[in-house]
């Protein structure tokens, strides 16, 4: 650990160096609200605005970033991204480019822009997020949703559940809004028929365009700027969504047209956001960089050569499978579950729950004793424990005489590449995988120079899957039988053109997950498949979006999906990727094949940050020549939220389950 604690402390004192001249010498608007809770957004962001721009830093993270992007999978596709998809259209250098040129005031200023940028070409996996300036969340205590109403019209509401719902953020925040005498408790369920100025959903779709990110579709970007449940780690929980709770405190109101409860007169009420401070503990402006800025041990990646197998975050438990080697992992990245408010308790389930129901599955029996329900909020947590709990369940619902089965997605991010491809498997059987007995897609990662030279280092290492992501032994041949460690299925590499480019990709291949199962999957599924179904909000991403991607092309499943703006489509899955790295990942892969000087290689960032991209391509069952995420698929069903169903996951099983099997 003493070079990663070094290269640190390098960092740390180089990022901080920048900034002592510049610090104000009399005011310091970050020592204003230090052990605060909450905060008013102005005050939030005169601290985040407090850090003059400087050319070292923006030249460090640009490098960083432009090399990072020669591992990206999809760069060419942004040229010209195909319908529906063409909103995600860029020309990523460019826009590199133009912030490099861009005149900047202050550090969070040219963050933003970075931040801005990524975040719009809207892929989850592949963003610039900086923890400095990602260290508050604005909550406004009027979250919104969009409901159909008792006329079958659908609109936007402050949410009916907001009085029970905000009011578990505590009376540090509530008692805020009751010292300036604002009466949030009213707007609970009011129709909104403006925000600033603009039609309620019209709103939502300026949000969807410009701030929500993750998702390539259009319509499961609008549908996360409401708020919706999920399960955040192990628990029910609620979303402020987008447009309550935005990631930066840079509006201190919003501006609502609405007609309350027991009225029918419209009205324009402002109502007060208040910043949710999620950094670090800090005094000043000088620890407040310290503690959430400077680059620290956890910063940049290690040869991890010279590290003892699970020591420190390089190699954390979780992220290391039952035969040694390093866990795969697609997830996007949602800060709001970093302070996660929990779900009112009139809407948590009121059944009793199966086996296997103390992780991030929650699973349940209707009434009718005929269906079984899986939330599977993520496919995080305890690897070996989604196995067991995935299987305990299923049993349980078979001894119980269910013969149906019900499979909630919503508001899932993500996580273990190898539990999508388990659940796949387990709910498919064995001799129903097809495709040379494979449970996941076909997969390439990006030939380029760099990644060439790490896998012929590699090779010539004679590291294993234990170390590095790149060295063969990770994957198998489209025949399944695994790769030797000496065969190099990178280079030659394979040429593919998209928008006129040629670049160049790996040769294919597929995962193999099977060797990390501890729970063998049945020969054959446990339900008749055709009553197997899929329920979410389309805000499914990652390993979530694989999953119900292989449900629905390879087998057919039933998919619904709740909610969306009316009139506008609604896709059932969120960006499907294969793999995603982190900056350290990738800093690690390099390290570890002795090419951080090569002049290729991207440098240490000089500042806490995370630059994750996605490294890997899975393709289209349907196409083996597009990859997934640019396939749209449309679910078989759509239902909007209602009063009944937005909130409230029992109801809107029991609902789904009168809709979808007869």
């Known amino acids: 650990m003493r070079t990663r604690r070094v290269q640190a402390i390098l960092s740390a004192v180089v990022a901080q160096a920048l900034f002592v001249k510049a610090a104000p010498a009399v005011s310091d608007p970050c020592a204003i609200f230090a052990g605060q809770t909450f905060v008013a957004p102005s005050q939030a962001l005169a601290c985040l605005k407090s850090f003059p721009f400087n050319e070292t830093l923006r030249q460090n993270v640009l490098t960083v970033i432009s090399r990072v992007f020669d591992f990206y999978t999809f760069e060419d596709f942004y040229l010209n991204s195909p319908p529906p998809f063409q909103e995600s259209t860029t020309n990523i250098r ?13 550090d969070y200023d040219f963050n933003r822009a970075v931040y801005n940028f990524t975040t719009q070409m809207n892929d989850g996996h592949t963003r610039w997020l900086p923890s400095c300036y990602q260290t508050f969340q604005n909550l406004l205590p009027a979250p919104v949703v969009t409901l159909e109403d008792e006329n079958g019209v659908q609109n936007v509401f402050v949410a009916p559940d907001s009085v029970e719902f905000v009011s578990l953020l505590g009376d540090e925040f509530t008692g805020f809004f009751d010292q300036i005498g604002f009466d949030w408790k009213r707007l609970a369920g009011a129709r909104v028929l403006e925000i600033d100025g603009m039609d309620a959903y019209a709103y939502a779709d300026l949000i969807a365009s410009t701030e929500t990110g993750n998702y390539l579709d259009h319509g499961v970007r609008v549908n996360s700027v409401f708020s919706s449940y999920r399960i955040s780690d192990t628990d029910f929980s609620q979303r402020f969504g987008d447009i309550a709770g935005p990631a930066f405190p840079d509006r201190d109101s919003l501006t609502m047209t609405l007609i309350p409860v027991g009225s029918t007169q419209a009205e324009t009420v402002t109502v007060p956001y208040l910043a949710d401070y999620l950094g670090a503990n800090f005094t000043d402006q000088a620890s407040f960089w310290e503690v959430n800025c400077a680059a620290n041990n956890e910063t940049n990646g290690v040869d991890l050569k010279t590290q003892l197998p699970g020591s420190g975050s390089a190699l954390r438990k979780r992220d290391i499978g039952r035969t040694g080697r390093k866990l795969a992992r697609a ?15 009139q809407f948590i389930p009121t059944l009793s729950p199966v086996n296997g129901s103390t992780g991030v599955i929650k699973s349940f029996i209707l009434p009718s004793n005929k269906t079984g329900v899986m939330f599977v909020g993520s496919f995080e ?16 619902f078979k001894a119980s005489g269910v013969t149906r089965l019900l499979v909630d997605l919503t508001n899932n991010g993500g996580g273990f590449v190898c539990l999508g491809q388990f659940l796949h498997q387990y709910l498919v059987g064995t001799t129903n995988l097809g495709n040379a007995g494979n449970p996941g897609f076909q997969s390439t990662n990006r030939g380029n120079t760099l990644a060439k030279k790490i896998v012929a280092s590699d090779i010539a290492l004679g590291l294993n899957d234990n170390l590095s992501f790149y060295t063969p032994d990770n994957w198998a041949f489209l025949n399944n039988t695994e790769m030797p460690l000496t065969h190099n299925y990178i280079n030659p590499s394979v040429p593919f053109t998209v928008n006129g480019v040629t670049d160049q990709d790996s040769q294919r291949f597929f995962d193999t997950c099977d060797l990390e199962f501890v729970v063998e999957p049945p020969e054959e599924s446990p339900f008749d498949l055709n009553n197997v179904a899929i329920v979410s909000n389309g805000d499914c991403a990652s390993t979530c979006a694989m999953f119900s991607t292989l449900m629905f092309e390879r087998h057919q499943t039933k998919v619904a999906v709740f909610g969306g703006k009316p009139g506008e489509q609604l896709q059932y899955k969120g960006m499907a990727g294969n793999q995603v790295l982190e900056w350290t990942d990738i800093d690690n892969e390099i390290k570890t094949a002795n090419l951080k000087d090569d002049p290729l290689a991207p440098p240490d960032l000089l500042v806490n940050a995370d630059f994750r991209h996605n490294w890997r391509t899975a393709w289209s069952f349907f196409n083996e020549q597009l990859p997934i995420a640019y396939v749209s698929e449309l679910p078989q069903f759509r239902f909007p939220y209602t009063n009944a169903t937005y909130n409230n996951p029992e109801a809107l099983w029991t609902f789904a389950e009168s809709k979808l099997f007869s």
């Open 381 to 396: 947590g305890d690897f070996n424990q989604f196995q067991t709990d995935t299987d305990a369940a299923i049993k349980q």
């Open 94 to 106: 460019a826009d590199i480019a133009r912030i490099n040129s861009t005149k900047y005031e202050t």
């Open 331 to 345: 997830a996007i990245v949602d800060k709001s579950n970093s302070n996660a408010v929990g779900l009112p308790q």
